[in-house]
């Protein structure tokens, strides 16, 4: 066991090829803090981690997360992701396109399926992206550290909100469904791999697995680069201080727009967290 810090290994430009989903981020003040890349997803395969993570976490004085899960739910109403009155989904797409639509739909989601039809398509697209993955677990892995900060009194809060989430995802072309539905045969395989990039801790090749979001260049920028810009803007006054963990979607980690990347130009040395031994957190209880 490698103990609290783990092994970082000292660099003058970080790492792109490290496995490791922890970083430390050290200010020129010399204050540390950590960032971790999570994933969004209920699935035993990926709550399995390296003991130093959950050690970092517990040590921390602040833990920043894309959202307050706690007030996630309540911040905005259900009728957020609906269609405005008097518009249809099948009003977006050719008689043809919604046919090959609302058939996939029927199958997928079954009596769901009807009230897809009134949702917003950026939606019905996640709508499909969590049926795609079984849920094994109890909680995602943002969840279970929301949940443990919770429990050990450590300060915690959202850099974005749910509005802000909401308001890139409408800028999702309609299209994206479509397309969605008809690769619909290596959606699955393209979940698997992603599940298995995150659980060797391989952040060159969960970058690959956005590379369909290049199709829609304006919606990738909103939905990483910008996000990523934002993140960094609302947690640099904290990592001056230091005793930071901040514990983000692993996608908005790597890349030259990622934040890494973006941390080290701003003055920080980023160092991957490296050793230690890993432990099945579904098997912890506080």
Known sequence: MMGIVGLAL????YDTTARSLLWKITSKGG?????????????????RHRDTVLQLLDASRLALMELDL???????SPTRL????????????????????????????????????MMKPAGVVALLMFQEVESTAEWSV????????AAKDIPRRGLETVEEQLTILETLPPSVLLDVVRSSDTTTTTM????????????????TSSSELSKWPEFERAINAERNATMIQRAQPHLERGGVFIAIGALHL???????????????????VLGSSRIAWWTLHD
Not at 70 to 76: A, G, I, K, L, R
């Open 82 to 117: 609906l269609l405005p009155k008097g518009t249809t989904l099948a009003s977006m797409f050719t008689e043809e396109e919604w046919k090959e639509i609302s058939v996939y739909l029927e199958e997928k989601l079954g009596p769901m399926a009807r009230m897809a039809t």
């Open 254 to 272: 790597p890349g030259v727009a990622g934040i890494l990347a973006r941390l080290e130009s701003a003055g920080y040395t980023v160092e991957p």
């Open 31 to 47: 204050a540390v803090s950590h960032v971790f890349g999570t994933i969004h997803v209920a699935d035993t395969m990926v709550l």
């Open 142 to 149: 943002d969840q279970f550290m929301w949940n443990r900060c």
């Open 70 to 76: 706690d007030s996630m739910m309540t911040s905005v």
């Open 10 to 13: 000292p660099c003058h430009a």
């Open 192 to 207: 698997s791999d992603l599940l298995h990039a995150y659980a060797q801790e391989d952040l060159p090749k969960i970058l």
